[in-house]
């Protein structure tokens, strides 16, 4: 049972656009909404996170924007860089139990 | 480098034999997850534990697969009876509860069946 969906599954996007990764979630008791990105041959790394008293949270050229009626968040990459370049996971937890992450999304970033 | 350490990187292994993983935390987090990722996909909960205290496994859980923890510090996962479906990528993962909300992954185990 996939309680956190993502798309795409994969994003081209010119260097200097803008890169934007939807996740939508099931579970209502999710309190938790990071974004992880992931090279290859690495772990995973959190890269910026959100909780639901807030509809936005910018951390310099990264946005989530966070819509809790429709339980949605997504992922704006502002002036995307090939070293954005990764695969990109959204993910949600309630109370730090058993995060559950999206299926992904591997951006690429063309110079 | 996150602090969070897994060995060993990589295990070829043939059906049918047991493998067993390690992972050591971040010395002062007290939750230790472990997570499958096969190629493409996002990591998938297997189990997590509070100190020494394994609180949820997940139904990809299967008889064959079982996690320790024994002093609240390192964890190990073990495989029985490998499958070549159970090839991938185990990924550990730590947390500070109500101290930092970030997960810290190793950078995992790949195994392969063969």
């Known amino acids: 049972q996939q309680q956190v969906k993502q798309s795409p599954q994969s994003l081209i996007v010119q260097k200097g656009g803008i890169s934007i990764i939807n996740c939508a979630y099931e579970n209502t008791a999710f309190d938790y909404f990071p974004w992880y990105q992931q090279f290859p041959g690495k772990g995973p790394a959190l890269l910026i996170a959100?909780?639901?008293?807030?509809s936005e949270k910018k951390e310099g050229r990264f946005t989530i924007s966070f819509n809790k009626s429709a339980k949605q968040f997504s992922l704006h990459i502002m002036d995307s860089q090939p070293g954005d370049s990764a695969t990109y996971f959204c993910?949600?937890?309630?109370?730090?139990?058993?995060?559950?992450f999206g299926a992904g999304t591997r951006l690429t970033v063309k110079p | 480098d996150t602090g969070v350490s897994q060995d060993p990187r990589h295990k070829i292994t043939k059906r049918g034999q047991n493998v067993t993983f390690r992972c050591d935390p971040i010395?002062?987090?007290?939750?230790l997850y472990w997570y499958r990722q096969t190629l493409g996909q996002g990591p998938e909960f297997l189990t997590y534990?509070?100190?020494?205290?394994?609180?949820?496994k997940s139904r990809l859980l299967s008889d064959r697969f079982s996690a320790e923890r024994p002093k609240g510090s390192f964890s190990t996962l073990e495989i029985q009876r490998t499958e070549q479906g159970d090839s991938a990528m185990y990924l550990c993962a730590s947390i500070r509860v109500g101290m930092n909300t970030e997960a810290f992954f190793g950078q995992g185990t790949r195994l392969t069946v063969v």
């Open positions: 959100i909780r639901p008293d807030v």
């Open positions: 534990f509070q100190n020494e205290a394994q609180l949820e």
């Open positions: 993910a949600a937890s309630n109370n730090n139990n058993d995060m559950r």
């Open positions: 010395s002062e987090h007290n939750r």
